[in-house]
């Protein structure tokens, strides 16, 4: 029984979920991993399972029956790991924006004391190869705009690439999480940092996707900029939510 688990969420990553599940089981590390698949027109479901004959007991599939949002798949994934007990829990892209390679490092981290940690573009200079620069600036500039609300000192606070240890999960209401987009990743940040939890980042590269379509959109924007005040205002005001 491995007590780490990587949860991928997924819509439409049939040409990526091979290779990186493959990339994941290659690793020193033994890791499992549960995929979570918004019903997937193009069949990837389908072809996790098919794979689920080679990686028994260690590759899990959760279907839901549609694309409801990446906060949302996450929180799946997690009240899913923290019923099976897993100690270490990752949150990961099946793009390979995220080195697989890098999962052991945040492992090290959380093993040697953290409680989150975190997977930052921004920790040293500007880690991100192949964005053309607006969505760069976009980037970085959100992370100064959340560093600023909120008040933490987290050098990339949208980052996706992370390492919670159970009881962080477990002490985060997760039913009461507002965020289904990109800014799910603040909130639940935001949340551990209001309960004192200890929180790391390890620089690492972010490399854009090669295959398959980006799932940004403006809904999702409006949601980062306009919900990091409202997350604010309702942890001053509202701290039974938190």
Not at 180 to 187: I, P
Not at 225 to 236: A, D, Q, T
Request: aromatic share 14%.
């Amino acid at each position: 029984m491995s007590d780490g688990l990587v949860i991928i969420p997924t819509y439409n990553e049939i040409e990526n979920i091979e290779d990186i599940i493959e990339a994941v089981f290659a690793l020193k590390t033994s890791f499992h991993v549960l995929i979570v698949d918004d019903n997937s027109p193009d069949g990837t479901s389908s072809f996790v399972e098919k794979m689920q004959t080679k990686f028994a007991d260690r590759l899990f599939l959760e279907v839901r029956k549609e694309k409801s949002g990446l906060g949302t798949a996450y929180i799946h994934g997690f009240k899913w790991a923290i019923a099976k007990k897993y100690d270490y829990i990752f949150e990961m892209d099946a793009d390979f924006s995220h080195s697989p390679p890098d999962l052991e490092r945040l492992y090290k981290i959380c093993k040697n004391g953290a409680d989150v940690a975190i997977g930052s573009r921004y920790k040293k200079g500007v880690n991100v190869v192949d964005w053309p620069l607006y969505r760069v600036l976009l980037s970085y500039g959100a992370s100064f705009y959340v560093k600023m609300i909120t008040g933490m000192r987290v050098h990339d606070p949208t980052a996706g690439f992370i390492c919670y240890k159970r009881y962080v999960l477990e002490n985060v209401n997760l039913d009461s999480i507002r965020f289904v987009g990109y800014a799910f990743q603040v909130e639940m940040k935001f949340r551990a940092y209001l309960k004192n939890y200890k929180i790391e980042e390890i620089s690492i590269v972010f490399r854009d996707r090669v295959k398959g379509k980006s799932k940004m959109s403006s809904s999702i924007i409006n949601e980062a900029i306009f919900g990091v005040i409202k997350m604010k205002l309702r942890s001053m005001f509202g701290k039974n939510a938190f």
